[in-house]
């Protein structure tokens, strides 16, 4: 029997949310969604957004069936039952990764089609919620949370390596675990007007994050609505000699007007390059500052990064597009993506959640829309 405080939790985390099925479902047409409420703040809690092709009831099976889990993650080394009961399994995972620690974790199906994994270590925990569409296929919620600011076994691995890279793990690991059973850009395309509203919602709420896997890497596009006067987020947007002051990303920039030389650096390896800079006003003055790279440890055609800034009632809509493939030019960041996926999304969400943070910075702006991701 569900304890009390367990049952309390799955039903706080399973609070109705104020976006439509439709929203969510057009969001996740190219890959990910993640909600990110606060930056660097401990215990992390945030929510990955998917879809899987498979029927729900298959894919809650196929969570329930640890054994299979080694054919369907490519991190891992092996993956086995130790207990079960009709609604509980017990497992173990040994990892592929560096210095990946063995894990021990718990499963209970708390009800059809809401299941909640333990860390058993670090009492971590988080809750998926599978919620069956018309067309066959399966939407995705999936909540993460750390206990008692211990952070699991992967993530205390990214946080040795970077102190400030809790975020990205977190959403790193999760994002691997989804990605097991989902993988949205494997779906069928859903079209039409609901997902704009939910990425107000969501900005409204904290950092949206978008992940778009059909190019050669992949590219996030991160939202956040803040409250702050357009002229500071605009000059701190601008202000490429101050970044450096600004976040640990960034360990020196050389504005030089129409171009810009970097050094970016973070778990143990260092990238330079410099980017080509343009500015445009667009209708509503939305302001578009667009950086591609242009040469340097990463050549021409590896892609950049694009701010968005538009003016809204009591601050500033911020939208920040990365691709730029940092860990290309970096030995150290290749040899250790080469070992595991986690290790590549790692980098690229440590660079992209830190450059919105650390830059912009500000309160987030609340929509009118009642919350998702908080009780």
Sequence with gaps: MISLALALTVALAAAPSPLSSQGLMELTDNGEV??????????????????????????????????????????????????????????QLELTVILGPTIYGHITRVSPGVLRFNDVETKAYSVYHLEAADDGTCLVRYRIVEERGKSSGWVSIMKGLEATAGDAGNFAAAISSARGFAKPEKVRKVRGSAAEGARVSLAGQGTLVEIDRSGKWPAYSLRRRVAMPFSDVSWAVRNKKGYADKTPVVKSAEDRGATVKYTFGGFGGRVSFSTSVSERTEEGGVLVVEETVAGGDIGPGTGGWRWRLGPVDG?????????????????????????????????????????????????????????????
Excluded at 338 to 367: H, K, N, Q
Aim: include cysteine; hydrophobic fraction near 45%; glycine fraction near 4%.
């Design 34 to 91: 993640l909600l990110l409420p606060r930056h660097q703040r401990q215990p992390f809690d945030g929510w990955v957004f998917t879809r899987s092709a498979e029927p729900c009831d298959a894919v809650e099976a196929a969570m329930l069936d640890v054994d299979s889990w080694v054919k369907r993650f490519d991190n891992l080394k092996s993956s086995k039952a130790t207990a079960r009961t009709a609604d509980t399994v017990d497992y």
């Design 315 to 375: 601050g500033v809509d911020v939208e920040l597009t990365f691709s730029a493939d940092i860990v290309a030019g970096s030995r150290v960041m290749r040899t250790m993506a080469a070992t595991d996926p986690i290790a590549r999304e790692s980098f690229m969400l440590y660079t992209a959640l830190a450059m919105m943070a650390d830059i912009v910075g500000g309160t987030v702006l609340p929509t009118t829309a009642p919350t998702i991701a908080r009780e």
